[in-house]
């Protein structure tokens, strides 16, 4: 047990850097989930079909770039985003760098489970809303947010958790974080405890 707490104090500084560079990426993450990854939800949501806006192409390129960023396997995006991560950040490697490729699937996940919690709004209240006259806005912030509201809360809180984990795999790829932190050295020594 003392091995293991003379690891633990030799290490010290490295897992708060690893650590701090996990809340950075999942720090950023979470708020381009929601501030992009709401607002897209509601479009897929709001042009569905036999929905109030529906448009079929703008759902369909927005569904099949949803689908295929949510079912690509995570470390193969990242390789594949390698030229717009240089493009947006100027690297490829590093906290900075993990945080664009998070932030892309954040967003996509964000928006498919915003869609979700919005189809489950009863039918009578978007009904109801257009009866009294409310605007799309007010439909939306007024009515299907508020309805939603603890399918949304519990989305965002599922997608946290994950992108935790998502992060970890931005170690493989230099990005730092929790995912780098396990250093041969770190392994080793606690083999030895």
Known sequence: MNDTLNIIAKYQSEIWKAIGETFI?????????VLLGLPAGTILY???KGQKYENRLLFTIMNSLVNVIRSFPFLLLVVFMIPFTRLVVGTALGTMAATVHLSVVAIAYCSRLVEQSL????????EAATSMGASTLQLIFKFLYVEARSGLVLGLTTSTISFISYSTVMGIVGGGGVGDFPSATAISGLRQA
Not at 119 to 126: A, D, F, Q, T
């Open 25 to 33: 990426m999942v720090g950023i993450s979470i708020p381009a989930a």
């Open 46 to 48: 709001l042009c569905g």
């Open 119 to 126: 189809l489950e709004v009863p039918r009578g209240v978007i």
